[in-house]
């Protein structure tokens, strides 16, 4: 639901990954900024109407976009493809982060826009951090990156996890990634991809900004 820039774009690269994409707007024009051979569905209706669900094929869905401009309307599409269609696959745009826990207990994933581009633009501005990829909000456990202190060049990613009780999940190396083995040597150049709790990123960041220390291998 939503064909702005965000709907438009989402629609196109689920397509060309080859899935059957139905797209909802009540604005018939905002279809144009759909690529001329793009092949899914276009319906004109609101996005939590009955008719135009059905019309979209929500009866056969796999998963619901809901990523139009508005909050309430994105959750209340959310809430009717799942409780009504029973679509358990189902994601909601909102803007305002503050409703995005009341959401996660309905069992509605969200995306907050204005935090997430707040966040990757502070990775991009401050240096040295834990950057966080994805943080679950139901269990607090979060996939993110560290930046390493030279010294920890070399070493296994066993001694990483003891020094820092933190899953290492895998390794970025050049344009490849390698799920992380515990005889796995960390080089320079490496980006190491991390799984704890929330609550702990910035501990297991500030470890691994120092040097390490001898008597911790």
């Known amino acids: 639901m ?6 438009s774009t989402l629609a196109v690269n689920l397509s060309r990954r080859g899935h059957s994409v139905a797209i909802i707007d009540q604005d018939s024009d905002a279809f144009r900024r ?18 135009a669900l059905i019309q979209a094929g929500i009866e ?12 309430n309307s994105n959750i209340i599409a959310a809430r009717v493809v799942r409780d009504t269609f029973n679509v358990k696959n ?16 309905l069992g509605i994933s969200t995306v907050p ?6 966040d990757r633009m502070m990775r991009r501005l401050i ?14 456990m979060a996939l993110f990156h560290v930046d390493l202190h030279e010294s920890w060049y070399g070493v296994h990613c066993e001694d990483i996890e003891r020094n820092t009780k933190a899953k ?8 490849k ?17 991390m799984i704890a709790p929330s609550e702990r990123t910035t501990a297991i960041q500030r470890i691994l900004n120092h040097a390490v220390q001898e008597d911790h291998l």
């Not at 189902?90 to 009341?102: G, K, L, P, T």
């Open 34 to 51: 759909l690529p001329d051979d793009f092949d899914g569905q276009q319906v004109t209706g609101v996005g939590f109407d009955r008719d």
């Open 127 to 140: 240096q040295l951090g834990p950057n966080t990829e994805y943080v679950d909000s139901m269990y607090q």
């Open 177 to 193: 990634a390698r799920l992380a083995r515990p005889d796995h040597v960390i080089q320079d150049g490496d980006v190491l991809y």
């Open 2 to 7: 939503g064909c702005g820039r965000v709907g």
């Open 60 to 71: 056969d869905a796999q998963g619901f976009a809901a990523v139009s401009n508005g909050d």
């Open 168 to 175: 290492v999940a895998y390794v970025g190396r050049g344009t």
């Open 90 to 105: 189902v994601v909601a745009r909102i803007y305002d982060s503050s409703r995005a826990d009341i959401y996660e207990r």
């Open 113 to 118: 826009t204005v935090k997430w581009t707040a």
